[in-house]
């Protein structure tokens, strides 16, 4: 349990009886960040947003940090595990369609509910979106996912399906030989071990979880190395991201 005193007359935090630090300063606005992030995931606050009419169901800053690692990388082919209302999805090919590079993203799930993949085959964005029915790591969905991928193309994979560490596990294993060299093995939603004493976490969550996962397979995979992309702009004293995907980025190299 942490104990957070806010003062704001005085403009000072002070954290277990801790030295106080400056409420308006870098680190209490991190120390803050922490707690939202907690507070808003447990609160379902990525629940409210669409991105082009599809629920998105992400952090916003999420969203706008994969656009910055999208625009330069600039993949021909998108692979997401877990496809849900389709948003995800959506939202890497309205990228593709803007900036006029790539080709496909191909959505990978062990059930696609028919109102959301009849919504996802409505979407204007549909010509660049193909969507694969089937356990992720089944090697006859992987087989599925590697014919739609020629030599030449670059290739990014976001992992947002079964989230446990076993899965993902299998996932990274599965789907890292897809991604080339440069590009990004993206292993969402780490925060599950930060919520785990929230009313919604559980407390295994604190190992079994997707950042654990990514961590343990970097170490018997050197090609990949976990790293937090770049900013491409930034005026601030700020360097630290506010993020339901901690350790999420395994850049191949």
Not at 78 to 101: D, F, N, P, Q, R
């Amino acid at each position: 349990m942490t104990k957070i005193i806010i003062d704001t007359e005085s403009g000072t935090l002070e954290v277990d009886g801790g030295t106080s630090t400056p409420l308006y300063g870098k680190t209490g606005f991190e120390i803050l960040s922490d707690l939202w992030m907690k507070v808003s995931w447990n609160e379902k606050y990525s629940y409210t947003f669409t991105w082009m009419g599809r629920p998105i169901i992400q952090h916003p800053e999420d969203m706008v940090r994969l656009q910055e690692v999208l625009c330069t990388v600039k993949p021909d082919i998108v692979i997401e595990t877990g496809v849900a209302h389709g948003g995800s999805l959506v939202y890497s090919a309205s990228l593709m369609k803007g900036m006029g590079w790539g080709r496909e993203v191909i959505g990978v799930d062990i059930e696609i509910r028919p109102h959301n993949r009849a919504a996802i085959e409505a979407h204007v964005l549909a010509p660049m979106i193909h969507l694969v029915e089937g356990d992720s790591v089944d090697e006859d969905t992987l087989a599925k996912v590697r014919s739609r991928i020629s030599s030449d193309d670059t290739v990014l994979v976001i992992l947002d399906s079964n989230h446990s560490y076993e899965h993902v596990t299998k996932e990274l294993h599965a789907y890292g030989p897809l991604v080339t060299t440069g590009s990004y093995l993206i292993c969402t939603d780490g925060v599950m071990r930060e919520v785990a004493d929230t009313p919604r976490g559980k407390p295994e969550w604190v190992t079994d979880n997707p950042a654990n996962a990514a961590e343990d397979f970097v170490k018997d995979n050197t090609d990949f190395r976990i790293v937090s992309p770049a900013w491409q702009f930034n005026e601030s004293r700020l360097d630290r991201v506010i993020t339901g995907w901690p350790n999420a980025y395994l850049h191949k190299v």
